[in-house]
């Protein structure tokens, strides 16, 4: 996250000086200084949020939706091979999988 701290002070300093040299309208240079500032808190907050640990009930869920996943996928892609009408009796019972 920091590269793109980096890559803004960067915009930043190149905008002050395009608008020394006169490149750059007043309210153009406005309106991009106000956007890479919004950019900038973002990236704070989403920095932040990296950085914030998962509580355990998280972790426990998402391992355990990731297991049922994995265990059930074998199970799906041989239900492809069965008539559609087996496969309208036993798709409800394979949770999650009816986007593949």
Do not use: K
């Amino acid at each position: 996250m920091i590269i793109v701290l980096d890559v803004l002070v960067v915009f930043l300093t190149s905008l002050v000086a395009c608008m020394r040299s006169g490149l750059l309208q007043p309210a153009i240079a406005t309106a991009v200084t106000t956007n890479l500032t919004m950019l900038q808190d973002t990236v704070s907050n989403l920095e932040r949020i990296c950085n914030t640990p998962l509580p355990f009930a998280y972790q426990a869920h998402l391992r355990m939706s990731l297991w049922l996943y994995l265990f059930f996928l074998p199970v799906r892609n041989g239900l492809r091979q069965l008539p559609s009408w087996i496969q309208l009796t036993f798709l409800p019972l394979v949770p999650n999988l009816q986007a593949i």
